[in-house]
């Protein structure tokens, strides 16, 4: 954690309260002498003995031995003798590798500790060992002796001072306006990284630019990465990317307004933001919502993976954990992502592996409590039955947002954002159809379905179809059912909880619906077995409650699974559990299997109404295709008005000439002109004034039946309020009583004042003619 003080001004006032031994905890050993030599400028100290692991003491300005290396013992537990009677008046001693030389070296620390009792009776304020180390290494002997100290990366002005340093020297000059772009870039690394890297951005240009800066950028990531702590994530999606999640987005939005005005909002009083925890299913969209978070604060990402920390060797979880918290906030302000959380604290349940998570929860609790730093975390996690009480509580993160699995309308919007991603037109597609296939699906399995469809059309060589798709779902077997069990418990969990949900409420959640399926109150069992979105396993088993209201909701639920339909399209008359209501239901359900709705036909087991109602709804080709040959006018009209009626089975029926079916058709409201064309070819009278009628009449057919010689037929014509003008006039020049009649009383009259005046007074004064 980045100390609000500085760590000179810390290292002083340990050194003068009289701590025996400072540890700093830095692999940076130049930075550090650097800091050793103006604390004893500071306070005029005599001298600074070294020690390091090759050589033994060795001067601290030039590095070079002191000893003859071949004839003297250079370990730490000998060479410290060499102090027994040395001068330890205002000096420090210093000890590089100090984790190295004291682990398992019972001598060397049991030697120390007497330096260090010494110390402490003679020196305290004036002398102190400084143990200097990467990692740390307190044996317990001397741990009451020992302040620990680790040494923050760089902060902002001190990278300031870096690259004035450099450009004193001529080695890069950096314009005013990239300074603090320059000094961002820079942070979270070590002294010796920027300097390394600044070298070689001075070999390539004389001047820093855009271009240098994107490598520094680059060059960053991969140091970032070689740390093995932390990833630097490039962020290209946008809030537009996120089909859904509203609540989630929504909250978000808010917050980066105040992180992006934080000095503002800190003036006013406005607490910075700590960060959010999004749990919940697998493959919803929580990594995503991460990224995008970036975007929208503007701010780098950086990618904590937990399971990644956690080390081997005693203390080295703990040493990740502070290193990659320490480097984030010297980036900050920035995002941290910590992925899969959970991964943390699996080991919470006993043994050594549950004291080190506990440790590390303690320690990542308190940086969360303590940071000052505008570090935003979201932390992400599937299974929160591994996250121990304390991380979900109210006031560790500013909010808990669950995410489940998409609802109706944000899988709509989920397969907008990939269809559109993947070049598709969305409006030749039956939106509402691909939006009920995919109703277990997660995000993720969303998108594998439609990379799926387009590979499929691609290596076929045509357009995606509505096929594609639909085959592409069909074949994906979604998430919800591979881990059946898993999302049944987190559903649970979650609902018992009572996490804020990341999307908008859009009815009852999967849990609430499992819940209220078992609940001894009808209505609400009832309530559930309507639901369009309740998962199949549900549907089957209230299709066998005992209140009849219930099952008969679930045999009108469009999601009633096939063979929870077949089971009760078998049951025929005569048999015990025979239901005439029921069976109509299921056969009425567009899950209903065709081939056995074909058979029933051919059976001859379904009634006239029957045929009918099914011919007004029926979908698949096949099932059309036997009912448009049905004896029955009454299913073939059924048939034209099925808003699903194929192409294919309309132009059957349409060839088939039937009287009663052509009378059908000319009174469907979506007639093209080509079938008006195809109607009127041999048609009766009566067949022409029907069609005469239709509110979609071309111009071409108007004009021909404005010709007809049947009166019946023009009369009809002339009360069609769409005619054009042009024929109007030549309804207008017919002399017959009853057409010219018709014609003067159409709604949409649009002859000029006098024609239409002349007409009127002609009709007013004919009228007793006829
Ligand atoms: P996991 O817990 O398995 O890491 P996750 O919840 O983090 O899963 P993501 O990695 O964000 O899920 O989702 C995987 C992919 O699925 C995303 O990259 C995105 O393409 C797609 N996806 C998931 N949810 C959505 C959504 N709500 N809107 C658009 N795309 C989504």
């Known amino acids: 954690m980045t100390d609000k003080k500085g760590f000179e001004v810390q290292l002083e006032e340990h050194f003068l309260a009289g701590a025996p031994a400072i540890y700093i905890q830095s692999a940076e050993e130049a930075r550090v002498d650097e800091l050793l030599i103006r604390l004893k400028q500071k306070l005029q100290l005599k001298r600074i003995h070294e020690w390091n692991l090759g050589y033994g003491w060795v001067g601290f300005d030039n590095k070079q031995p002191l000893s003859n290396l071949e004839s003297s013992k250079t370990e730490l537990e000998h060479a410290l003798l060499a102090l027994l009677d040395a001068d330890l008046e205002q000096s420090l001693i210093v ?6 030389a004291l682990e398992h070296n019972t001598l060397a620390v049991a030697r ?16 102190s060992v400084i143990l200097v180390s990467e990692a740390v290494c307190i044996p317990p002997p001397i741990e009451a002796q020992v302040t620990l100290l680790p040494l923050p990366l760089p902060s902002r002005a001190e990278i300031k001072a870096l690259l004035a340093e450099v450009e004193a020297r001529g080695q890069l000059l950096v314009p005013d306006h990239l300074s603090d772009l320059a000094v961002s870039g820079l942070s979270g690394l070590t002294y010796s990284e920027m300097a390394q890297l600044l070298r070689m951005v001075g070999r390539q240009t004389t001047t820093l ?14 140091i970032i990465v070689k740390s093995g702590v932390l990833e630097m994530v490039r962020v290209d999606a946008g809030v537009s990317d996120i089909g859904g999640l509203e609540n989630l987005k929504q909250w978000l939005e808010q917050r980066s307004t105040i992180i992006r005005r934080l000095d503002e909002a800190t003036r006013q009083g406005v607490k910075t933001p700590k960060g959010v925890l999004i749990a919940g299913m697998p493959g919803c969209g929580k990594s995503l919502t991460a990224k995008v978070a970036a975007g929208l604060f503007q701010l780098p ?15 080295e979880s703990e040493h990740n954990m502070r290193r990659a918290l320490s480097m984030a906030e010297t980036v900050s302000p920035c995002i941290l992502w910590v992925d899969e959380l959970e991964k943390a604290f699996v080991g919470m349940g006993g043994g050594n592996a549950s004291e080190v998570t506990a440790r590390l929860l303690g320690y990542f609790l308190t940086w969360m409590q303590e940071k000052t730093g505008a570090v935003f975390v979201i932390a992400t996690a599937n299974d929160i039955t591994a996250l121990p009480p304390e991380l979900l509580r109210k006031g560790r993160f500013d909010e808990i947002f669950y995410v489940g699995f998409p609802n109706p309308v944000e899988r709509e919007k989920i397969l907008g954002i990939h269809l559109g991603k993947s070049g598709q037109h969305v409006a ?10 995919c109703r277990d699906y997660c995000g993720a399995d969303i998108e594998n379905s439609i990379n799926e469809a387009v590979a499929t059309a691609f290596i076929h060589g045509g357009a995606l179809t509505q096929k594609h798709l639909k085959d592409a779902i069909g074949s994906t077997i979604p998430l919800r059912e591979t881990l059946r069990e898993q999302v049944a418990k987190y559903e649970d969990l979650f609902e018992k909880l009572k996490l804020r949900p990341a999307s908008e409420y859009q009815g009852l959640s999967v849990a609430q619906m499992i ?4 609940d001894p109150n009808h209505v609400k069992r009832e309530e559930v077995a309507r639901n369009p979105d309740c998962p199949g396993d549900q549907l089957e088993r209230l299709s066998k409650d005992a209140q009849r209201s219930v099952a008969e909701a679930v045999y009108a639920n469009p999601r009633c699974p096939e063979h929870v339909l077949s089971i009760r399209l078998n049951v025929r008359k005569g048999q015990p559990l025979y239901d005439p209501a029921m069976f109509k239901l299921a056969c009425l359900n567009g899950n ?29 080709e096949a099932l059309q295709t036997k009912l448009a040959g049905d004896r029955l006018a009454s299913v073939a009209a059924g048939l034209i008005f099925n808003p ?20 059908a058709f000319a009174k469907h409201p979506e007639l093209p002109e080509s079938e008006q064309l195809l109607l009127l070819t041999n048609a009766s009278a009566a067949l022409k004034a029907t069609l005469s009628k239709h509110p979609r009449l071309s111009a071409a057919i108007q004009m021909r039946l404005a010709q007809d010689p049947e009166q019946e037929v023009r009369v009809k014509l002339a009360s069609n309020p769409i005619l054009s003008r042009e024929v109007q006039q030549v309804l207008a020049g017919d002399l017959r009583y009853p057409v010219r009649r018709s014609l003067s009383e159409n709604p949409g009259l649009s002859l000029d004042e006098s024609h239409k005046l002349k007409l009127k007074k002609d009709v007013m004064e004919n009228r007793h003619r006829w």
């Open 209 to 222: 630019d855009e271009q240098s800066l994107n490598t520094i950028l680059h060059e960053k990531e991969q």
């Open 95 to 100: 000890i590089k590798g100090a984790r190295l």
């Open 515 to 518: 819940k209220m399926a078992a």
């Open 428 to 437: 030749d597609l039956q939106m509402d159809e691909l939006v009920n296939l």
């Open 301 to 315: 990402l950086l990618r904590l993976d937990i399971g990644s920390l956690l080390g081997k060797y005693v203390g």
């Open 644 to 663: 699903s009626l194929l192409p294919r089975v309309r132009a059957k029926l349409l060839e088939d000439g039937k009287s009663s079916i052509k009378q």
């Open 592 to 620: 209903a299997p065709q081939d056995l709705l074909i058979r029933l036909i051919d059976e001859d087991v379904l009634d006239d109404d029957l045929r009918t109602s099914l011919a007004a709804c029926a979908k698949g």
């Open 112 to 127: 120390l500790k007497q330096l260090l009792n010494s110390i402490e009776r003679h020196h305290a304020g004036e002398c």
